[in-house]
């Protein structure tokens, strides 16, 4: 019982230590992930798009 006590107080330490982000910073970076999310899922969908186009037209004919 008293590693685990001993580990939770260790664990309190560590998490004192931490740098955190500000608001400001997280609701940038949040911004920032979910740009490149959008980003990144248009150019996937234009790229399956334009093969699906290519399969439609001289595969499947």
């Known amino acids: ?3 685990i006590v001993q580990f939770l107080k260790d664990a309190r ?3 004192m230590k ?3 982000p ?3 910073q997280t609701v940038n970076y949040t911004l ?3 740009g490149i999310s ?3 899922a248009v ?3 234009g790229w399956d798009y334009f093969f699906e186009f290519l ?3 001289f595969i499947l004919k």
Do not use: D, P, Q, Y
Request: glycine share 4%; proline share 0%.
């Open 1 to 3: 019982m008293n590693s």
């Open 55 to 57: 399969l439609k037209t």
């Open 22 to 24: 500000n608001r400001e």
């Open 32 to 34: 920032i992930v979910i």
């Open 43 to 45: 150019f996937l969908g």
């Open 38 to 40: 959008i980003a990144l």
């Open 13 to 15: 330490m560590e998490l």
């Open 18 to 20: 931490v740098n955190w």
